[in-house]
């Protein structure tokens, strides 16, 4: 079946530090790969999506592409702020969007910059 | 902006009741989805729900769980009977027709 695995976290890093959150996927088709955030107290949001090999997402300084060879879609950023600070969920989509599938789902990464 | 909508935002019930967890996905959006967290673990996906029918289902969403879009702006989940395991986060979701799910901020559900 469908996994993600991403790095565990508490991730804390100082403002302006570069960001890596590693993410890889077992899928038996070709999936879409997305990053979603939750700040505080706040639903999942969409950060960035890819579709195909190759592609990279991009959204809000936060950058990630979608390596086939490694199944992986690594999270990065060149320099974070304190407002990043949130849950980072690493997920997939085997179906491209086509039909009603649900979302595969790593178990999330919480991200804390410090001032 | 439109967004995704649960309430309660936090429901406490005592082991054996029944839930109904309440949703009013993105007005125009056509399928719509139910996923939990149980802390501390993964988001895991639920139910997905198209034309009025259920189109897919994971082992976790058994006899006990159900899906009713009653008056085309609602969508809700009941559990008929719940367990302490039941207790988690539960995450409402709505997709129009491309591949980017808008998620709800969740109801947190405590079984006593």
């Known amino acids: 079946g469908n996994s993600v695995t991403q790095m565990e976290g508490p991730v804390t890093l100082s403002e302006e530090a570069f960001l890596t959150i590693n993410c890889t996927y077992t899928a038996t088709g070709y999936p879409s790969l997305f990053w979603y955030v939750q700040y505080p107290g706040e639903g999942l949001q969409l950060l960035l999506k890819?579709?195909?090999?190759?592609d990279k997402g991009s959204n809000k300084g936060f950058e990630a592409t979608y390596r086939k060879e490694t199944t992986s879609f690594h999270l990065e950023k060149g320099s974070v702020q304190v407002s990043d600070s949130a849950v980072y969920f690493c997920?997939?989509?085997?179906?491209?969007?086509?039909?009603?599938?649900?979302?595969?789902f790593g178990k999330g990464t919480h991200l804390i910059i410090q001032p | 902006e439109p967004e995704v909508t649960q309430t309660p935002s936090h429901q406490v019930t005592q082991m054996g009741q029944e839930v109904i967890l309440r949703c009013v996905p993105i007005s125009n959006h056509l399928y719509f989805y139910w996923y939990r967290q149980i802390l501390g673990q993964k988001v895991e996906f639920l139910v997905s729900?198209?034309?009025?029918?259920?189109?897919?289902k994971s082992e976790i969403f058994d006899d006990q769980f159900s899906v009713e879009r009653p008056d085309g702006s609602n969508f809700t989940l009941k559990i008929r009977s719940t367990k302490l395991e039941d207790s988690a986060m539960y995450f409402c979701a709505s997709r129009l027709s491309g591949d980017t799910q808008y998620f709800g901020p969740g109801t947190r559900l405590t079984v006593l």
């Open positions: 729900f198209y034309n009025n029918e259920i189109s897919e």
């Open positions: 997920a997939l989509s085997d179906n491209g969007g086509g039909g009603a599938d649900g979302l595969t």
């Open positions: 890819a579709t195909k090999a190759d």
